[in-house]
């Protein structure tokens, strides 16, 4: 997908996966259409989708699941699709198929009643241990620390945009909240970042 200009995007509206109906399709034989769109919409986003995934739940296991039912759905709805930013559309999914997969595993974690009023992407998953972050991202132990003493909401907006190189646009779609709250969210998670390492900097530097 290409970089947001600056440029709110619009995100895609149509069936309960988000699909808006494809209007010039390249082949009459429903099959190879819904081949050919799979192919060249949700292939090249799978390892895209799996760190979001990772981001979202905390666990690859668990991204694996929720990549695997998504890329289901978007099998079945493929045909359909317009070719309108596919990353934000394939998001959409996963976010949604991420809440659900909360519903039908967490329920004693998680009720409707908290569904309601939070987020879907913020559902019941515990922060990650510094030992953890350090494990699966690969960061050092004081940045793993640093990421992990941010409130969640900060840790994944600031992880999805500097980590897993989403755009806010992408990024609000795979956290269902407005562009300028992912700004507002990871500015003020990478100011609480510098915050906290700012041991590290060296004496008298800026």
């Known amino acids: 997908m290409t970089p947001s200009d600056g440029k709110e995007q619009q995100g895609p509206t149509g069936s309960e996966d988000m699909t808006p109906a494809a209007t010039h399709p390249t082949t009459e034989d429903p099959a190879a259409a819904r081949a050919e769109a799979f192919a060249r919409w949700v292939e090249p986003e799978v390892e895209v989708l799996l760190r979001v995934a990772h981001t979202l739940t905390g666990s690859w296991s668990d991204a ?4 695997q039912d998504t890329l289901v759905r978007a099998w079945r709805a493929a045909d359909r699709f317009d070719g309108r930013h596919p990353r934000a559309w394939l998001l959409t999914i996963l976010r ?4 659900n997969s909360l519903r039908r595993t967490r329920p004693d974690l998680v009720g409707d009643d908290v569904l309601t009023t939070r987020r879907p992407a913020f559902g019941s998953a515990r922060a990650a241990s510094p030992e953890q972050i350090v494990d ?3 960061f050092d132990t004081d940045v793993a620390a640093a990421l992990a003493g941010l409130g969640e909401q900060f840790r994944r907006a600031v992880l999805l945009v500097d980590v897993d190189h ?3 646009e992408e990024a609000a779609a795979a956290l269902d909240v407005p562009v300028g ?5 990871v ?3 990478r ?3 510098r915050t906290a390492l700012a041991h590290r900097r060296p004496a008298g530097g800026a």
């Open 166 to 168: 989403l755009t806010y």
């Open 191 to 193: 100011s609480r970042l």
């Open 187 to 189: 500015s003020r998670g």
């Open 136 to 138: 699966e991202q690969g």
């Open 64 to 67: 694996d699941d929720v990549v």
């Open 96 to 99: 949604r198929t991420h809440l």
């Open 181 to 185: 709250t992912v700004v507002s969210r």
